[in-house]
């Protein structure tokens, strides 16, 4: 399915239909069955009690209560049943619009412009959408269809009560308005406090990962910071279940109030038709039906309708959200495949590029020229924040919105399909990913287009064999067929410096012309990064690289030197034109010389 540019309640019910629809239409036949059968049960036990009182006094055969016990038997059946047959097809449906909606979603976020990701309003917007989509929509079906069978059994019982004490039906009708607009606002309010909560939820779950989490276990323990870190955890949690509460509260106090009011009612309505059974004129049976009509009223307008509507109302809220949502800028472009076969690549040129992110007015490039050549291999130099990964950012097409230049082979960057803009260039970064796949596939995924070819096995095994991870092949149970990570009992993990080998390895399979090392190894010590990108520079002679670094140990092997301060190259030149030249460059290579002091 793909996702509507708007939704509302209706859709509560279009989407399980669209996705489940035997299962939907076996819902409503339920909620059906289940709505008639208190008005039924309630004539049914009238009779049997007038028919009993009869047979009691010797005025009909034992004979008269068969049916009565029949229809009461299966009326009590239908109800016994009907939570856990109910459970079943909700389960069902449930599982049917999961994966139909998640593929919607995931389609959606995979497409959305890259700026959203950045942008703290928008992703909590993204989360509160994506979290358990088909678990809203279940809700809202469920409120709509609870509201409906709500109706139909209040129809039933008030056309009980209109028919014998017409001024309780009415003062019963005039009651429940009240009480459905006290659970509309509610229904509002506390999905706008979920709304507002999403930031605080999404910190506190953070700081619980690190409090319980065991990719946090080793430094939890080295450190002990559970004891600083829990009373920030508490004070986000408390502040988060206390809003919640005040307006769980305040909806209990308004809805219990009209319950009180409307059991107080019951009792009037009792005590108003005794009477008429005094006097004859009303039978014992149909005064327990009209008690009854009137019990019921109450259940269904104190119980269950409140809490009904106020679903119903938080999924019309979840509709603006996922509306929202839906209307996002994305690029169906962006879920294509690199381009296969790639072209050619002789220049990647950067002219007078101004670029500011988006919200703000500084420029962190400003008028920002350099030139890339075919076969070169260059390093990205400069302190943290001086724009090196927002200029990889610009390359790769994440930010289409910038000033001057940005030229491929001498053609415009903005005029290039995502997917050539894809198969220009493989980069890896400080963050690279670490995927529960099997040791192959976290290499092969580096050329998707080709990860299912014959030759792949090959040509995953000749990058290993370059970087170095035939030892790590070899202690790995199922060597390259080994599941990776944590999430399987199978599953084997990797230390840090052989994740960053993988990693790596993962650039070497891409055909991409352009290679980008972006601080991969930045968890690693000085003289660990350096030798590893001296070996990657030895396996991609021929090709296109670009480093990105602000340790200086691997500029050495760069045939160009750009050092960015203030938005601009400041210097470039080979290590030994900068270094004779005695600039920043210079003086920030000096200041780590002892870093590499052992090299040499």
């Given amino acids: 399915m793909n996702l509507k540019p708007k939704y509302t309640i209706a859709d509560s019910i279009k989407v399980p239909l669209e996705c489940a629809p035997q299962w939907t239409i076996l819902h409503f036949a339920l909620m059906l069955i289940h709505s008639v059968e208190p008005t039924l049960r309630l004539l049914a036990t009238a009779i049997f009690i007038d028919r009993a009182l009869l047979l009691l006094n010797g005025g009909a055969a034992a004979g008269c209560l068969v049916w009565p016990v029949i229809s009461l038997a299966l009326l009590l059946t239908v109800e016994r049943v009907y939570d856990a047959l109910r459970s079943l097809v909700n389960c069902q449906i449930q599982n049917i619009m999961r994966s139909s909606l998640r593929e919607a979603i995931i389609r959606k976020r995979a497409s959305l412009l890259y700026p959203y990701m950045e942008d703290g309003k928008t992703w909590d917007l993204v989360v509160r959408v994506s979290n358990m989509a088909e678990v809203q929509f279940l809700y809202g079906m469920n409120a709509v269809t609870e509201i409906i069978g709500i109706c139909i059994i209040s129809a039933g019982l008030l056309t009980v009560l209109l028919t014998n004490v017409w001024w309780a039906a009415v003062l019963i009708a005039v009651i429940t308005i009240p009480m459905i607009r006290i659970a509309v606002k509610s229904g509002t309010t506390q999905y706008q406090v979920d709304r507002e909560l999403s930031k605080t939820t999404r910190k506190y779950e953070y700081y619980s990962s690190l409090l319980s989490g065991r990719e946090s276990v080793n430094e939890r323990t080295l450190f002990g910071y559970a004891d600083y870190l829990m009373p920030q955890w508490e004070t986000l949690y408390n502040d988060a279940r206390k809003k919640y509460m005040r307006s769980q509260a305040e909806w209990a106090k308004k809805s219990k109030v009209g319950g009180v009011i409307m059991s107080l009612f019951i009792i009037l309505i009792a005590f108003a038709i005794l009477p008429p059974v005094a006097a004859g004129t009303m039978t014992v049976g149909l005064y327990v039906a009209l008690v009854q009509a009137a ?168 990058a290993c064999s370059q970087i170095g991870l035939n030892q790590t092949i070899d202690a790995l149970s199922d060597r390259m067929n080994t599941p990776l990570g944590r999430y399987t009992d199978n599953a084997q993990d990797l230390s840090g410096g052989q994740w960053q080998r993988v990693a790596i390895a993962r650039t070497i399979v891409s055909p991409a012309p352009i290679h980008i090392l972006d601080e991969p190894t930045s968890a690693a010590d000085p003289v660990s990064e350096s030798e590893l990108y001296r070996e990657f520079e030895e396996i991609s002679r021929g090709w296109t690289t670009i480093f990105i670094s602000h340790r200086l140990g691997s500029t050495k092997l760069a045939d160009k030197i750009f050092l960015i301060h203030d938005g601009k190259i400041a210097e470039s030149g080979t290590h030994e034109d900068l270094m004779r030249s005695g600039g920043m460059y210079s003086v920030m290579y000096e200041s780590q010389r002892s870093w590499y002091k052992w090299e040499n």
Wanted: glycine share 8%; with cysteine; hydrophobic share 40%.
């Fill in 295 to 462: 019990a019921g009223m109450v259940q269904n307008i104190v119980n269950r309708l409140p809490g009904a509507v106020v679903t119903y109302t938080k999924f019309i809220e979840y509709c603006k959200d996922i509306s929202a949502f839906s209307n996002l800028k994305d690029d169906a472009a962006y879920l294509d495949q690199p381009d296969n076969p790639v072209k050619a690549f002789q220049s990647l040129e950067f002219k007078s590029v101004r670029f500011a992110y988006p919200g703000t007015s500084k420029y962190i490039l400003d008028g920002i020229s350099f030139t890339i050549e075919n076969g070169k291999h260059y390093a990205f130099v400069g302190i943290n924040g001086a724009g090196k990964t927002t200029v990889i950012k610009l390359i790769l097409g994440l930010y289409p919105e910038y000033e001057g230049q940005i030229l491929v082979n001498g053609e415009d960057i903005g005029h290039m399909e995502p997917r050539q803009r894809k198969a220009l260039v493989s980069a890896l970064f400080q963050d690279f990913a670490q995927y529960p796949l099997t040791f192959e596939e976290n290499i092969s995924i580096g050329d998707t287009v080709h990860a299912q070819d014959e030759a792949m096995r090959a040509r995953v095994l000749e």
